[in-house]
C-alpha cells in the first residue's frame, strides 16, 4: 500500500468530519493569544531602546537633567527657599539613580551686554557656569584666564529658536544662522561705576542641555571675586545631575517630593515609563490567559477526535499500526494549523512594529522597522510550549487505546 492511500485511509479512520466550532475558537484565541504576548513583549523592547540604544541624547532619555528647587506662592517672599544647601547636595547624591552632580554658579555681578551694527541690541546679561565634563558640546577654545579681553560664551540652542521664531520677526531684525551668530562680536562691560571692565565676548557653541548663557567657570569665578556682592557668591539656585535612569518612576517620585523641578520632557518620558510598566504586564497576563484557554481547547479538541476514533484507533494498533507512528501523523494533521496561527501572529506583530517605525520619526526618533530578538525569542519558545503540549496529549490519547 503506498504512502498516499495509506494516509488518506488513516484520514478517514481517525479525521472523522465532526462540529469544528471549537477547533476554529481555540484558534482564535491562540492567534489573539500569541499576538498580544508579542506586542507585550514588542512595546517593553522598544521603550527600552528608545531610553538605552542608539537614539539615547538630552532630548529622551536623557542622563543630564538641571535641576531646581519649585518657586511656589509660600516661597515667593524667600529669595533663600529655593537656593540648594550643601544637605541638599549630599541627599541627592545619595539616590541610587544619581552618578554625578555638577554644581550650576550664577555670576553676581553686573553684566550689560550691547551689539552694535544690524543687531542694536542693549540688555543685562545674566551668566552662568559649569563644571566642563556637564557641557554637552565643548568648544575647542573653552578657556579664560584674567586680563584676557576675549570671552568665549555657550548659548542655548532654545534662545537662538526663540530669537529666530519669536524676538527677530516681531521686531524687523534679521534671522541668524548659527555660524552667523559666532561672528557677533558682544561687548561685556562688568562691574559698576567707575569699579569696571569691558570684554568682548563670542558665542562659540550651543548647548542642547543647559538652557542659559554658559561663560568659563574662571571668568565668573573672577567676576564674582572682584565685582560681586559679598555674601551671594555660593549661593546655588541649580544643579545639574548626571542619572542612570531618568525616567525611572522611582528617581521621578524623588524630586517630585522634594519639589525640585526639571525638563517637562523627562517627566513626560517617566510618566510613559510607568504606563508602559503597568500595560505591559497587563497585557502580557492577558495574552497567557488567551493562550492557555486557546491551547487546552485546542488539545481537548484533539483528544476528543481520537476518542470518537476510538475503536479505529484498537484496530490499527491490532493490525501492526505503532503508536508512534499514529502520534506522528496526528501530529502532522494538526502542525499546519499550529504554524498558520503562529505565522498570522508573526505577520501581525511585524506589521506592528513597522507602523510603530514610522509614528516616531517625526519626533526626530528611530526605531528598527523589524521587531527585535526578545519578540522573536517569546515567538519561538510559545510555539515550542505549544507543540510539546500538543505532541503530549496526542501519544497520551494513542497509549490509552493500547
Not at 568648544?139 to 530669537?163: C, E, H, M, R, T
Amino acid at each position: 500500500m503506498s504512502d498516499n492511500v495509506q494516509k488518506d485511509l488513516l484520514k478517514k479512520l481517525l479525521l472523522r468530519s465532526q462540529n469544528r466550532s471549537r477547533l476554529w475558537a481555540a484558534i482564535a484565541a491562540l492567534c489573539v493569544g500569541t499576538t498580544l504576548l508579542l506586542l507585550s513583549v514588542m512595546i517593553w523592547w522598544n521603550f527600552r531602546e528608545l531610553l538605552y540604544g542608539k537614539n539615547q541624547n538630552d532630548t529622551l532619555g536623557s542622563t543630564y537633567l538641571v535641576i531646581g528647587k519649585k518657586v511656589t506662592d509660600q516661597k515667593m517672599g524667600d529669595a533663600t527657599a529655593t537656593l540648594f544647601t550643601q544637605q541638599d547636595v549630599d541627599s541627592l547624591a545619595k539616590v541610587p539613580q544619581v552618578e554625578d552632580i555638577g554644581l550650576i554658579r550664577s555670576n553676581y555681578f553686573p553684566v550689560y551686554a550691547s551689539m552694535g551694527g544690524k543687531l542694536p541690541l542693549s540688555t543685562d546679561l545674566p551668566l552662568q557656569c559649569v563644571p566642563d565634563k556637564f557641557i554637552d558640546k565643548m568648544p575647542a577654545d573653552w578657556k579664560w584666564v584674567p586680563g584676557n579681553v576675549y570671552l568665549p560664551i555657550i548659548v542655548s540652542s532654545q534662545f537662538l529658536d526663540d530669537y529666530n521664531y519669536g524676538f527677530a520677526p516681531s521686531q524687523g531684525l534679521p534671522q541668524l544662522s548659527e555660524t552667523s551668530v559666532k561672528s557677533i562680536a558682544i561687548s561685556l562691560e562688568i562691574g559698576s561705576g567707575d569699579n569696571k571692565e569691558t570684554v568682548l565676548a563670542h558665542v562659540v557653541g550651543f548647548s542642547d542641555r543647559i538652557s542659559s548663557v554658559l561663560a568659563p567657570e574662571s571668568f565668573i569665578e573672577y567676576g564674582n571675586k572682584k565685582y560681586g556682592k559679598p555674601g551671594m557668591t555660593d549661593r546655588l539656585s541649580q544643579l545639574v545631575i548626571k542619572a542612570k535612569d531618568p525616567s525611572d518612576v522611582q528617581f521621578a517620585s524623588y524630586l517630585e517630593k522634594h519639589n525640585y523641578t526639571t525638563n517637562p520632557e523627562n517627566l513626560r518620558w517617566s510618566r510613559m515609563r510607568a504606563i508602559v510598566e503597568v500595560v505591559t504586564p497587563a497585557t502580557g497576563f492577558l495574552a497567557l490567559l488567551l493562550m492557555g484557554i486557546g491551547t487546552l481547547v485546542f488539545i481537548l479538541f484533539i483528544e476528543l477526535t481520537i476518542a470518537r476514533a476510538q475503536h479505529s484507533v484498537t484496530l490499527l494498533l491490532q493490525i501492526g499500526y505503532s503508536p508512534r507512528y499514529l502520534s506522528r501523523f496526528m501530529t502532522g494533521r494538526f502542525l499546519p494549523m499550529i504554524l498558520g496561527t503562529v505565522l498570522v501572529s508573526m505577520v501581525l506583530a511585524i506589521a506592528g512594529q513597522f507602523a510603530a517605525s514610522i509614528a516616531v520619526q517625526p519626533q526626530g526618533l528611530t526605531l528598527s522597522a523589524l521587531p527585535g530578538w526578545p519578540v522573536w525569542a517569546a515567538l519561538a519558545l510559545s510555539t515550542l510550549i505549544l507543540l510539546v503540549l500538543v505532541n503530549k496529549s496526542i501519544s497520551d490519547a494513542i497509549k490509552k487505546q493500547v
